[in-house]
């Protein structure tokens, strides 16, 4: 089993900044994509950034120059910058990963509200 523990959710103004972490622990033996997903209310999860292995990064239109995904393979740990935050950009930010050849594990999620 895989675990992945997110944090440094919380509230914020708009036009702020806040750093999510996600580290992952427990019987790891290959790690490839790392990335987030977001669900903000009433909406579909969507992807907000993912990562590769190698650095290759894809990030969805809405957050493009404005977050910032990056990942620590010694850690297995992915971390997504977020400035200039807008209300939209309030959810529940989920980090998730492909381990051990093919298997998908999730977090639990944290929030993140901006405030207008």
């Known amino acids: 089993q895989v675990q992945l523990v997110e944090s440094g959710g919380g509230l914020v103004q708009a036009g702020g900044s806040l750093r999510l972490s996600c580290a992952a622990s427990?019987?790891?033996?290959?790690?490839?994509?790392m990335g987030w997903y977001r669900r903000a209310p009433g909406k579909q999860r969507e992807l907000v950034a993912v990562?590769?292995?190698?650095?290759?990064?894809n990030y969805a239109d809405s957050v493009k120059g404005r977050f910032t995904i990056s990942r620590e393979n010694a850690k297995n740990t992915v971390y997504l910058q977020m400035n200039s935050l807008k209300p939209e950009d309030t959810a529940v930010y989920y980090c998730?990963?492909?381990?051990?050849?093919?298997?998908?594990?999730w977090g639990q999620g944290t929030q993140v509200t901006v405030s207008s």
């Open positions: 998730t990963g492909d381990f051990n050849y093919g298997y998908r594990y």
């Open positions: 427990g019987n790891i033996f290959s790690v490839s994509d």
């Open positions: 990562i590769t292995r190698a650095g290759i990064i």
